[in-house]
């Protein structure tokens, strides 16, 4: 999905020529065939030889591997970016893999929420008015940072660059801790005693702060993991406001408690119109 | 809203003669007769004296109070109910204030997500399909507890019976909990001192997780402390949860990591179709 709508997005605006797929299943790379979202699959070692630009969609862990696949093959013009929801580890690997061609490797964060895999979920539209986070490295030059946020904005995204420490605090903030505190939320009322009579009183508000529970475990265990560090940092501050706000409803402190729900509200409906 | 669409729903239904509509604001009052919801403004003591039955929509703070002023005024006959969200706190206000008319008070609790209020919001479509939770007392005759289900059922509601405490616990579950940690967590990310980056990244997931955060910040204080006891012991059982997914990131284990968030992902997937 990542890929392919990348590739499609990229046709549509008419800024691509051939496009190569990578894969591990062939089915799938058959199938981003007959759908027209790639030209051709190849091998990684393929890919690194004959490519311009290269999106890196796998998962955190098997980057390294790829990466070092592609590097005897790459020659100094390619430029390669990443996918991934974090940056820190990115970052790290493809030091670790690329070592003195790592200027060549700009890590990026497209913000597109769907949780659908594989190339029948390809979307040329995927990225349409999202935003995409690019943390260059000092290594890169200004002509590579501009060819990837180029590619981007042609897929119709906003980019903006950032720190790649600040980009994993602030995407533990507001994506991956939301998800763990409504899984672990889902996980108590699932296994209390009388968790059949609970969700069947639950309603509509259940449903809103739920629903993002339901995504892939595998894939955001990989997340969480792999954002370690900033996720433990947030949620400290978290329970630090979570500690007030117990402590408050326990002394019935009716105006901190009015406080701290007055300055959420204001804060929600302050937010950008949906 | 709540008691407008309860006589807009009875008298869709049939079910109901004359509606004397009691309010501390005269403007809505006005409004809710010429919105047809009601026939009549009167007060509290001639409510209880010309009413069969009697719905208190008013906070809990506000209920003994009123019940107070209606006591010397009720015969025998006149059944009363309430809309509450919490039951043990209406229990011990309407003992302390009907003594040994206790029995003709019948504690309800009608659940409708709308946050609205004021006879404009009235609705008789509003217990359509929803639940309708009562909590009888050991003083209620079959007679006038089944008087209020059928008024409910009147108004297309589900109607069933638990015990005030077990009712207070669950609601803590599935309906204040879930509220108080959207907006703990809203509240963290509002005073972070990066806060107007996070909220322009904020996406799908974030938009889900807090929207109940944006509710009436009185109104949810009033349930919090009034479910008091409720939410501190649900809130202790989250926090097990939460220390065991806190762990299992900080010592990257993986396979507890995962158990978890699978659990949670089965149980909102196999939640009631939405």
């Known amino acids: 999905m990542i890929g392919g709508s990348f590739a499609a997005?990229?046709?549509?605006?008419?800024?691509?020529?051939?496009?190569?797929?990578?894969?591990?299943?062939?089915?799938?790379?058959?199938?981003?065939?007959?759908l027209g979202l790639i030209?051709?699959?190849?091998?990684?070692?393929?890919?690194?030889?004959?490519?311009?630009?290269?999106?890196l969609a796998t998962p955190v862990g098997g980057l390294k591997d790829v990466l070092s696949r592609m590097l005897p093959h790459l020659t100094d013009g390619v430029v390669l970016t990443d996918a991934g929801s974090?940056?820190?580890?990115?970052?790290?690997?493809?030091?670790a893999a690329l070592g003195n061609r790592v200027g060549q490797f700009v890590p990026g964060h497209p913000i597109a929420g769907a949780e659908r895999t594989g190339p029948e979920a390809a979307?040329?539209?995927l990225y349409r008015k999202r935003m995409v986070i690019l943390t260059p490295l000092p290594e890169n030059s200004a002509a590579f940072t501009d060819l990837v946020r180029r590619a981007w904005q042609g897929c119709?995204?906003?980019?903006?660059?950032?720190?790649?420490?600040a980009h994993d605090r602030v995407l533990a903030s507001v994506s991956?801790?939301?998800?763990?505190?409504?899984?672990?939320?889902?996980e108590q009322v699932a296994t209390a005693a009388d968790a059949r009579t609970r969700l069947d009183l639950a309603g509509t508000g259940f449903r809103d702060f739920t629903r993002i529970a339901a995504g892939s475990p595998e894939m955001w265990r990989d997340i969480f993991l792999s954002n370690r560090e900033a996720m433990l940092a947030e949620l400290a501050d978290v329970r630090g406001v979570l500690d007030r706000a117990e402590r408050a409803i326990a002394d019935g402190d009716s105006d901190a408690l009015?406080?701290?729900?007055?300055?959420?509200?204001?804060?929600?409906?302050?937010?950008?119109k949906e």
């Open 176 to 186: 991956h801790l939301p998800h763990l505190l409504s899984a672990v939320y889902m």
């Open 9 to 34: 997005a990229l046709r549509q605006a008419g800024q691509v020529g051939r496009v190569l797929g990578v894969g591990r299943n062939a089915q799938s790379l058959a199938r981003a065939v007959d």
């Open 86 to 95: 974090t940056k820190a580890e990115v970052v790290e690997a493809a030091r």
């Open 156 to 165: 119709g995204a906003d980019v903006i660059d950032m720190d790649a420490a």
């Open 39 to 55: 030209d051709e699959a190849v091998t990684a070692e393929e890919a690194a030889a004959r490519s311009a630009l290269i999106l």
């Open 123 to 125: 979307d040329a539209g």
């Open 258 to 272: 009015l406080t701290l729900l007055d300055t959420a509200a204001r804060a929600r409906r302050d937010w950008r």
